[in-house]
Nanobody, 127 residues
Framework: QVQLVESGGGSVQAGGSLRLSCAAS????????MGWFRQTPGKEREGVAG???????SYADSVKGRFTISQGNVKHTLYLEMSSLNPEDTAIYYC?????????????????????WGQGTQATVSS
């Protein structure tokens, strides 16, 4: 059974930074993509950043230049470095993984292409 567990959320002031982590267990694919999504009450889940095992990445326009997605040295781990945070970045952040398919830059930001999800971690940015 695949499980994704996020950590690293918290509360920061505008301009600050946070680092989110995600660890996947029971996940056996050698070629795959993982991503970060976020959601606020009343809004649809939106793609933040995605990365595949071949190194391709994709970022939402709203986070380009501020967020960096990376894979850890340990297989099936994922990070999101968030800097220059603003209150609009406040959301529950979810880690996601797909079923062994390499996605396009567009697919990396679309939740329908990911079949495995974590429970989410809250990130709150105050002004």
């Amino acid at each position: 059974q695949v499980q994704l567990v996020e950590s690293g959320g918290g509360s920061v002031q505008a301009g600050g930074s946070l680092r989110l982590s995600c660890a996947a267990s029971g996940y056996t694919y050698s070629r795959y993509c993982m991503g970060w999504f976020r959601q606020t009450p009343g809004k649809e889940r939106e793609g933040v950043a995605g990365i595949c095992t071949d190194g391709r990445t994709s970022y939402a326009d709203s986070v380009k230049g501020r967020f960096t997605i990376s894979q850890g040295n340990v297989k099936h781990t994922l990070y999101l470095e968030m800097s220059s945070l603003n209150p609009e970045d406040t959301a529950i952040y979810y880690c996601a993984a797909n079923a062994g398919e390499l996605l396009s830059w567009w697919g990396l930001l679309h939740p329908n292409y990911f079949g495995y999800w974590g429970q989410g971690t809250q990130a709150t940015v105050s002004s």
